[in-house]
T-cell receptor, first 113, second 116 residues
Framework: QQQVKQSPQSLIVQKGGISIINCAYE??????FPWYQQFPGKGPALLIA?????SEKKEGRFTISFNKSAKQFSLHIMDSQPGDSATYFC????????????FGTGTRLQVTL | EPEVTQTPSHQVTQMGQEVILRCVPI?????FYWYRQILGQKVEFLVS????????KSEIFDDQFSVERPDGSNFTLKIRSTKLEDSAMYFC??????????????FGPGTRLTVL
């Protein structure tokens, strides 16, 4: 019940295109859903996060869409750039406690010229 | 900008040896975490630490693991008798307990542990 499923495993997008990564969760108690970006040899860095009381959050080229009834959320990267090439992890947590993060399996994004 | 630091960046050890991985969390953070990432796999929670005690731990965090905050700045993960399957990247993270972004966990660059 703690799982977060993520797809696709890898994604190749042309520069300027839209990258879409999807996640689904099982635990309805989760109330905070961050996306992390990880470059090779580095730790994960928070990209954008959403709470289930809103259906969408946008920060620059990055948008999270959230569907509470379907228990799904997705990351959209608009106008994808080669510098966006990284591994992206969705995660979920229950706040107000230790708030451990349950991560998805990751998506390796490659943005080509 | 404040950041979480970890040492060493890479640790090679023989099976059965003890290792200590070190982390310096962001100075005004009060919640600390260890996660691990086996090569090519997802990041997995190991343990969280608050107010000088473990607040939650995963099934992975068995008796071979321990954590400690020996002073006001360091946070350590000790593996008493390493196994081959402990080979992974270990990430330390920390967060606030209040404020607008208190849910955000800041990750260090990781320590790559190789057990031979």
């Amino acid at each position: 019940q703690q799982q977060v499923k993520q797809s696709p495993q890898s994604l190749i997008v042309q520069k300027g295109g839209i990258s879409i990564i999807n996640c689904a969760y099982e635990n309805t108690a989760f109330d905070y859903f961050p996306w992390y970006q990880q470059f090779p040899g580095k730790g994960p860095a928070l990209l954008i996060a959403i709470r289930p009381d809103v259906s969408e959050k946008k920060e620059g080229r990055f948008t999270i869409s959230f569907n509470k009834s379907a228990k799904q959320f997705s990351l959209h990267i608009m106008d994808s750039q080669p510098g966006d090439s990284a591994t992206y992890f969705c995660a979920a947590t229950l706040t107000g406690t230790a708030s451990k993060l349950t991560f998805g399996t990751g998506t390796r994004l490659q943005v080509t010229l | 900008e404040p950041e979480v630091t970890q040492t060493p960046s890479h640790q090679v050890t023989q099976m059965g040896q003890e290792v200590i991985l070190r982390c310096v969390p962001i100075s005004n953070h009060l919640y600390f975490y260890w996660y691990r990432q086996i090569l090519g796999q997802k990041v997995e929670f190991l343990v969280s630490f608050y107010n000088n005690e473990i607040s939650e731990k995963s099934e992975i965090f068995d008796d071979q693991f321990s954590v400690e905050r020996p002073d006001g700045s360091n946070f350590t993960l000790k593996i008493r008798s390493t196994k081959l399957e402990d080979s992974a990247m270990y990430f330390c993270a920390s967060r606030h307990t209040s404020g607008r972004d208190y849910n955000e966990q800041f990750f260090g660059p990781g320590t790559r542990l190789t057990v031979l």
